[in-house]
């Protein structure tokens, strides 16, 4: 039996190469996986990208930390 993998992407204003990220997951053959976006204080809205997929995590930062304290918060 596979276990659950969790994919976490760090994101800060780049809404179209985000997309691309899971759009890149979505077509992978194993789907025992779950996605955990930190958006690091994006002037963008990314919530919407929640609706892409029922096996996405949307988390975020009220400002920019940087891409290794986005990381460390997708790991909590």
């Known amino acids: 039996m596979a276990s659950e993998v969790s994919v976490i992407i760090p994101v800060y204003n780049r809404l179209d190469s985000l997309c691309y990220a899971v759009d890149c997951l979505k077509n992978q053959t194993f789907c025992d996986f779950r996605i955990i976006i930190v958006d690091d204080g994006s002037d963008e809205d990314i919530s919407h990208i ?27």
Do not use: F, S
């Open 50 to 76: 929640r609706d892409l997929d029922t096996r996405i995590c949307l988390i975020r930062h009220n400002h920019n930390r940087g891409a290794a304290a986005a990381r460390n918060t997708g790991v909590i």
